[in-house]
């Protein structure tokens, strides 16, 4: 039982919209750990598109990643990589 | 579910008696000569006008096809002689001609009534216009002619949108329609689904005249719909406007989450929207194709509710962006 926590920034111009929060659901899925994503207090399941959808994090943003559980450490890779990457997006 | 590999059929002709036997329900239609022909095969849906024909020019003469007359053809050959006429109609039926529409009542010169009693060539009449029949008669030989196919499946109407719902024996096809049924919904077919392009866009879905509306229920058996649940749960024809594919869940597979990305099949040539929708104890699957069926139809009438929430995220974060 790991527990990792980290800063990722929004770098895609269009910020967390549908297909990015889907993108990065379906990525999480693959993880036992819980991970929660918070921005301006605002605390959400990752792997909820919903939730992700709630967070209004366009680019620039900061948002706090925290992970749990067994595989943390990779889920928190997986999460940092996405957000960099900007989900695919310019 | 492959929907390129259904086998197609699609009638090779008409014969001339099926046309009548169609046409005389909705037509007032009387024959007036070569009534043992009746059986000839009509090859296209396409009439003619055989104008061209009787002022002797046959070259790119469509022969095939239905002949109509209309008061053009019918005030020119009354200006031939009958020997010229004789020639004429002669020389047209070198080439196999299925059958010879009037319209408008008209009545020909008894010399083209004789040829065409020898020939054999049926002469039908109708008082409609020649338009009216025109359209009538295309109408009815495209859908003949159109391209046919069977499937494993079952099709109900769910408020006004068709669904065509696909999978695996076994999967629940006929107990998610019963379902449907059950909350007001009409079935067209169950497990025999007849399916049928009409125009170029269209996909129409047909009960099969043996099976009618019986519904096979495992632990059940067979049950009459119609009988059960009243003439009002079923119909004979409906238009698809929604494809269906019930799946067993499949951790790996990558369901659509959003709805952004829709989907189609390609079902003889027609493009309908396609929806993969994974079973797990918990879901009801009847509830879901509503549900499906209803958010179809908000789309058909312009509100695509996940675009619209995606274009206001999507607006709000350009907005804030640094």
New interface residues.
């Given amino acids: 039982m790991t527990e990792i926590a980290g800063e990722v920034e929004v770098v895609n111009?269009?910020?967390?919209?549908?297909?990015p929060?889907?993108a990065l659901?379906?990525q999480l899925l693959k993880f036992d750990s819980e991970i929660y994503i918070s921005f301006k207090g605002n605390r959400v399941n990752a792997k909820s598109?919903m939730g992700l959808?709630t967070l209004?994090?366009?680019?620039?943003?900061l948002l706090e990643v925290s992970c749990s559980g067994p595989d943390a450490e990779e889920a928190y890779a997986a999460v940092a990589e996405m957000f960099a990457s900007g989900f695919g997006e310019a | 579910m492959d929907f390129n590999k259904l086998p197609v059929t699609r009638k090779q002709f008409v014969p001339v008696s099926r046309l009548l036997a169609h046409v005389t329900h909705n037509i007032d239609f009387e024959m007036l000569a070569g009534f043992q022909g009746t059986e000839r095969p009509v090859y296209t849906w396409d009439v003619n006008r055989p104008g061209l024909a009787l002022s002797g020019y046959l070259d790119y003469f469509a022969n095939d096809r239905v002949q109509i007359l209309g008061n053009t053809e019918i005030h020119f050959m009354e200006r031939l002689t009958p020997h010229e006429l004789a020639t004429r109609v002669s020389n047209m039926f070198a080439f196999e001609v299925p059958a010879f529409v009037l319209s408008r009542n008209l009545t020909p010169q008894p010399v083209f009534l004789d040829l065409c009693n020898r020939n054999g060539v049926p002469v039908l009449r109708t008082s409609l216009s020649t338009d009216e029949v025109i359209s009538r008669i295309i109408l009815y030989l495209t859908q003949e002619f159109a391209p046919e196919t069977v499937l494993h499946g079952t099709a109900v109407d769910v408020y006004g949108v068709g669904c065509l719902i696909v999978g695996k024996p076994g999967i629940g096809k006929s107990e998610s329609a019963l379902e449907l049924v059950e909350r007001g919904h009409r079935l067209v077919a169950d497990d025999l689904v007849e399916l049928k392009r009409r125009r170029e866009d269209y996909l129409y879905a047909k009960t099969n005249d043996i099976v009618q509306h019986h519904m096979e229920i495992r632990g059940l058996g067979i049950i009459d719909v119609r009988a059960v649940f009243g003439v009002g749960s079923v119909r004979v024809f409906k238009r698809m406007g929604l494809v269906v594919e019930i799946e067993e869940w499949d951790e790996s597979a990558d369901y659509d989450r959003t709805g952004l990305n829709a989907q189609h099949v390609d079902v003889l040539g027609v493009r309908i929207p396609y929806l993969r929708i994974p079973v797990r104890p918990g879901r009801n699957i009847a509830i879901i194709i509503e549900v499906a069926a209803l958010n179809q139809r908000l789309k058909e009438l312009g509100t695509d509710s996940v675009k619209e929430l995606n274009d206001t995220i999507m607006r709000t974060n350009r907005y804030q962006s640094r």
Avoid at chain 1, 13 to 19: D, K, P, Q, T
Wanted: aromatic fraction near 0%; hydrophobic fraction near 55%.
């Fill in positions: 111009s269009l910020g967390i919209h549908a297909r929060a889907a659901v379906q598109i959808l209004g994090a366009a680019r620039g943003s």
